[in-house]
């Protein structure tokens, strides 16, 4: 049921309503061209900010409209004329009457290579905008003259004619799969009119079907969002959820309240959780049952694990655990036991649906690798066994996406690998999948926006990054830097920024250095590096955790940059230590009393450790 939206304050909720947009595929801020204005205060009058209804525009208050309305939609503001496609991304204008006037779309079709008419049948020309006659003709309907011509179905709404491929819509949405197959009239015409829905709405989720990821505005994610619920198009919620930040996480979170959105409630809804602390003041603009809401989620907590080998139950030890971060009490504490047979030295970590998963890994010296995988369950406290990889390898790197545990590269025998296996919890089985474009252990891999991306060098000092691309089981080259050889790689991501840090041997070994390319402009920026250990960095919202044996010191990002925060007791044992974030429930926890058994005889594969109450991680 839709949240009652009260009677807000446009100064102190307009940013939270309505965050300024970023760079997207619909909205490229570099193309904007001139000096930069200075933006005016925003009008301080009280408006009745109403959930927005598909149908009916959406205004504030008039006052001082024609001179500060770009700054108030959250947009740059230049001189001069802007282009073709600037007119196009920039917000729709108000006509006298109340109702938004028509939106431009030819240099959107030119962006997305999707044919649009008018209502007299004509199709536009395409866009004169800088770049559009090297785009593909991505268009979703096949060729008129094709065995599939017939297959197309014609979607009108405002003016605009969308021709798309009816197999598309079907596959993609459950409201044209039930109309294509309800058998009424409607089911075989040539022509559907949706009322209700924006052109700019469903030019957008159109693309997001063809594979496009574009950032939205703001006004774009309530349109979206709208498209989402009535057409119930799974995959366009998912990218929703994937775009989720601190900047767009509230009107995420109150529109999918306001059209039903469940899963994207639920996501926006974590994420608020874990940014709670930046976004409390910004939080009184909401409900109270919506705030809550979030408060009853458990934030996610900072837990590191050391490196270990196996143990026996006479040489059981104590140090052997797993530690989470008290933020409140500044102070390290245990959070479980490895299992007797565990071993994280040369393991693969990674952190699957809130669970921790321990892959791999060296038994001694030998590097005889332990055969089989552990699993660690929060909410039960247990640990469970399940089987290793049918390639045996150790030095791997181990990644969680889309209900998958990925384990890539690594090493056999003192050799290098480039195979991969991915592991599904729900079907308890590995299964081979492509493999790495070069055989290389220890790969730097990080997930951004719900994709999988890797890192690997080449010879004379180059820096490749690949995506692996789900859908065609395949590795795609994304961009190549050339920087001096180091004896490290790291990557990890925040938004659509990757995040690539490397150490020695040039200058100062200790000195990381970092580059960030971005996604969706495709850009590389180099940034100062720091002395701390990066190479341990877990990103939670716009904050970074980074692990030492001095200090977890907590930076926030801010324009690319990691700037320091708070410092908190660092983690006093030496090694490499792997961190990840949990989401772990409240509990007291006592001191260590007694080692328990957890040998790999007593863990059958669902069979659980009892749980060990424990308190402050002891040296």
């Known amino acids: 049921m839709p949240f009652p939206m009260q009677s807000l304050s446009l100064s102190a909720c307009h940013d939270v309503l309505r965050p300024p947009p970023r760079a997207t595929s619909l909205c490229i801020a570099p193309r904007y061209s001139g000096a930069v204005r200075t933006e005016r205060k925003l009008c301080s009058r009280n408006i009745s900010a109403l959930p927005r209804r598909p149908g009916r525009s959406h205004r504030g ?71 559009s006659e090297s785009e593909p003709n991505r268009s979703t309907c096949p060729p008129a003259d094709s065995e599939q011509g017939s297959a197309c179905v014609r979607v009108r709404m405002k003016g605009s004619v969308f021709p798309v491929d009816r197999a598309l ?18 089911s075989d015409q040539e022509e559907i009119r949706l009322q209700g829905l924006s052109a700019r709405g469903f030019l ?3 693309s997001v079907l063809q594979g496009a990821r574009p950032l939205l505005s703001a006004d774009e994610i309530v349109e979206v969002i709208e498209c989402a619920s009535f057409l119930q198009v799974k995959t366009l919620t998912k990218h929703l959820a994937n ?27 974590l994420f608020i959780t874990d940014v709670y602390g930046d976004l409390k003041d910004d939080l009184r603009c909401l409900p109270q049952e919506m705030i809550s809401h979030v408060e009853s989620f458990i934030p996610s907590s900072y837990v590191m694990v050391g490196t270990h080998s196996p143990s026996t139950e006479l040489l059981h030890d104590g140090c052997r655990t797993v530690c989470y971060l008290d933020e409140d009490e500044n102070d390290w504490k245990i959070l479980t036991s490895l299992p007797l047979d565990a071993s994280t030295t040369m393991a693969g970590v990674a952190v699957l649906d809130n669970k921790l998963y321990i892959v791999g890994g060296v038994a001694d010296v030998s590097k ?3 055969d089989s995988g552990f699993c660690y369950d929060p909410e039960a406290d247990s640990w469970s066994v399940f089987p290793s990889p049918t390639q045996p390898r150790y030095n791997a790197s181990l990644l969680g996406l889309e ?19 991915v592991f599904r919890p729900a079907k308890h089985t590995w299964s081979p999948v492509a493999h790495l474009p070069k055989a290389a252990p220890n790969v730097p891999c990080t997930v951004a926006m719900n994709r999988m991306f890797i890192c690997l060098w080449r010879p004379k000092g180059v820096t490749e990054i690949y995506e692996y691309a789900l859908e065609r089981d395949q590795w795609e080259l994304v961009t ?4 001096p050889q180091s004896y490290g790689h790291f990557m990890v991501s925040h938004r659509d ?41 877990s990103i939670r919202g716009d904050s970074v955790f980074t692990l030492n044996q001095r200090v977890t010191e907590e930076y926030a990002i801010r324009d690319l940059r990691w700037k320091s925060r708070k410092q908190r007791k660092g983690f006093p044992r030496i090694g490499t230590m792997w961190t990840f974030l949990l989401r772990l429930p409240k509990r007291s926890r006592e001191p260590l009393e007694k080692t328990v058994s957890t040998s790999r005889q007593q863990l059958g594969r669902h069979a659980v450790w009892p749980p060990d109450a424990h308190s402050a991680c002891v040296d």
């Not at 190549?480 to 920087?483: A, E, I, M």
Request: with cysteine; glycine share 10%.
């Open 61 to 131: 208050c008039r006052h001082g409209w024609r001179h500060d309305r770009r700054a108030r939609r959250g947009l740059i503001v230049t001189y001069g004329k802007p282009n073709r496609l600037q007119r196009v991304t920039a917000q729709p204008k108000i006509a006298p009457n109340g109702k938004r006037r028509q939106l431009r779309h030819r240099a959107a079709r030119s962006l997305f290579g999707i044919p649009m008419k008018n209502d007299a049948g004509v199709s536009g020309e395409p866009s004169s905008c800088s770049g």
């Open 403 to 421: 209900g998958g545990l990925y384990t890539m590269g690594g090493e056999f025998q003192r050799k290098p690998m480039a195979s991969v296996e």
């Open 480 to 483: 190549t830097l050339v920087r």
């Open 497 to 537: 920024n990757l995040y690539v840090m490397r150490n020695g041997p040039d200058d100062d070994f200790l000195r990381c250095m970092m580059d960030c390319y971005n996604l969706t402009t495709g850009q590389w920026t180099a940034i100062p590096g720091q002395y701390e250990a990066l190479f341990t960095a």
């Open 368 to 370: 005889n690798i332990v």
């Open 204 to 206: 957008i989720t159109l």
């Open 243 to 269: 775009i989720i930040d601190s900047d767009n996480c509230l009107l995420m979170y109150h529109t999918a309240a306001t059209y039903g959105l469940l899963d994207l409630f639920k996501s926006a809804a």
């Open 169 to 186: 819509l079907a596959g993609s949405s459950e409201y044209f799969r039930a109309l294509f197959e309800s058998g009424m009239r409607e």
